[in-house]
């Protein structure tokens, strides 16, 4: 496996920051992307940690041209749109209704379907609007107090996959099965925002950080963008400070 990219660490005090510096690196990010090519894409982190943010982009004092941004999602529970434990769900209330984008740019995954179906459309859906090569202009991400991200579990079968953008996977641990991107796929972004807050993730994020840890048992390791950038952004509490 090739070295993991050294990523760039950010700790600011408190969730609220982390959250307050990444909307405004993204709609940055987004701009510089949307100025080269006409279109920006934003890959949605699902949980807890990014909802702060996505609740800023809906308050709008950070302005991005949502009419020429494409947002995806990293992964989906196998669960419908309207579940308490869909990440489009959160993504919808927390920002999605409030803020002026076309129905079409907003890129669901179907956790309603059957998990192998919802992840070949969404193969597809990507192949076709990224090509071969190209990936996320913004890949927002988090990570598990077991060093997941996304949907890769430590462990299960995504891990090893090369030759699909998005596949189901089945988390023994959860006793459910996810749609998530892959490796290969979330390795082609350009830039990678990995947030990391709470107490609950100190252990793994000094695991992880120092470079010994095992990637299957700590997938957030796998998240290597070659031609990318790697950010942590964390609050004290994550970073045992
Ligand atoms: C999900 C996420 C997942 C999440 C981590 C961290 O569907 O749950 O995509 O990878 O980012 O589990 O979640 P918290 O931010 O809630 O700690």
Redesign the pocket.
């Known amino acids: 496996m090739a070295d993991p990219t050294v990523p760039s660490i950010q700790v600011h005090p408190d969730p609220a920051t982390v959250a307050r510096h990444a909307v405004t690196r993204v709609a940055e990010l987004l701009a510089q992307a949307i100025e080269l090519g006409g279109t920006g894409s934003l890959c949605l982190?699902?949980?807890?940690?990014p909802k702060a943010m996505y609740e800023l982009f809906a308050k709008g004092d950070v302005p991005v041209d949502w009419s020429k941004v494409h947002v995806f999602f990293?992964?989906e529970?196998t669960v419908p749109p309207d579940h308490a434990d869909s990440?489009y769900r959160m993504a919808k209330q927390a920002f999605l209704d409030a803020i002026d984008i076309p129905a079409t740019n907003v890129h669901r995954m179907r956790g309603e379907a059957d998990p192998e179906e919802a992840a070949g459309e969404y193969d597809a859906l990507l192949r076709g609007h990224f090509g071969d090569d190209r990936g996320m202009d913004v890949m927002l991400?988090?990570?598990?107090d077991d060093g997941?991200?996304?949907?890769l579990f430590p462990h299960t079968t995504a891990l090893d996959v090369t030759d699909r953008l998005c596949v189901s996977n089945r988390v023994d641990k959860l006793d459910t099965t996810r749609i998530t991107l892959t490796v290969p796929f979330i390795n082609r972004s350009g830039q990678t925002l990995v947030l990391v807050t709470g107490e609950n993730k100190t252990q793994v994020l000094d695991t992880v950080l120092t470079g010994e840890a095992d990637p299957r048992e700590h997938p957030i390791l796998l998240i290597n963008p070659p031609a990318g950038t790697l950010h942590f952004s964390m609050d004290t509490a994550a970073a045992g400070m």
């Open positions: 982190a699902g949980g807890s940690t990293g992964d529970r990440n991400l988090g990570m598990g997941h991200t996304a949907s």
